[in-house]
């Protein structure tokens, strides 16, 4: 009587779970053991801060009012009794109510993180379409006179900061060709500016590492048999050495992507995009501990995620 066969892709689920299963794992109590030290730390710094009490009420408060203020918010109570109740309810991912608005901070939090991440998506993608021919073609045939000096522009343009290319797109696509918003995000392409800020960031770094990975690739052995075999040069950068070469890439577009979650910060100031990084300065402006520290909390998790996952992504490719 035959055995019964086992399915390949079942045999092979299982085979990438045994390999990435002790990553996960490993990265889990990691996430664990950081959780606790920002959340722990950051609840004392943000008390250091001032009173939201004198916030809320304002600068002519009576005694009583601010003392029932902190009563009612339970700011009244020893830090360490603050701190104990701060954990019982994280375990619950009860971060408390938000003082200005008056809504859970979770759920304020990640009604603003839907914005955040339009962005970043829309950066990575355009990154990504502009990088990869790029750092392939500069890569592709270094010595030449044209990739000199596209390469000489690729690092002059990594160190401009982000927010002089916010102001310079603001300035030509908004005020001189009005083709553009350039404040919130009412209207219909209001998302293009700041996420054209992003990738201006990001694109030079991206362009630089693929087109070092591209011409350390074309001098190796398999690419010489290719040339050797009659593959075309076209064919040679797109099906043999790009491939490999965005291998390295990857890892870095990974790290860029987590980085947009708390990076944006200063982007969605300049062009009042109302996501995670704006919401994040207001909350510290007006005290808002519960927001503040779900903020971070999620951006910790956001953060850590992505990275595990490129990281697992690595390994598979």
Known sequence: MLAPTRNPVKLRAMSFLAAVWPVLRRRLAQLAVLLFGITTLLFFLVRLTGDPATIIAGETATAEQLAAIRAFYGLDQPLVVQYLQYLANLAR????????????????????????????????????????PLGAWLGARPNRLASRAGAAVVFVAQGVPGYIAGLLLIQVFAVELGWLPSIGREERFSWILPAATLAAFLVPKLTRVIA?????????????????????????????????????????LGTQ????????????????????????????????????????????????SVNAATDVLVRVL
Do not use: C, K
């Open 93 to 132: 991912l009860d971060f408390g109510m938000s003082l200005a608005a008056s809504l859970p901070a979770l759920s304020l939090v990640t009604e603003r993180l839907v914005d955040t991440l339009v962005l970043a998506i829309a950066a990575v993608l355009g990154t990504t379409l502009v990088a990869v």
């Open 212 to 252: 070092a990975n591209v011409s350390e690739t074309m001098r190796e052995d398999y690419i010489r048999t290719a040339a050797a075999l009659g593959a075309n040069d076209t064919a040679i950068l797109w099906r043999h050495a790009l491939p490999n070469a965005l291998l390295g890439a990857t890892a870095l």
């Open 257 to 304: 992507f987590a980085f947009l979650f708390s990076g944006a910060l200063t982007t969605e100031v300049i062009f009042a995009w109302p996501g995670l990084g704006r919401l994040l300065v207001n909350s510290v402006q007006t005290l808002d501990f519960a927001v503040v520290q779900a903020s971070v909390f999620v951006v910790a998790v956001l953060v850590f």
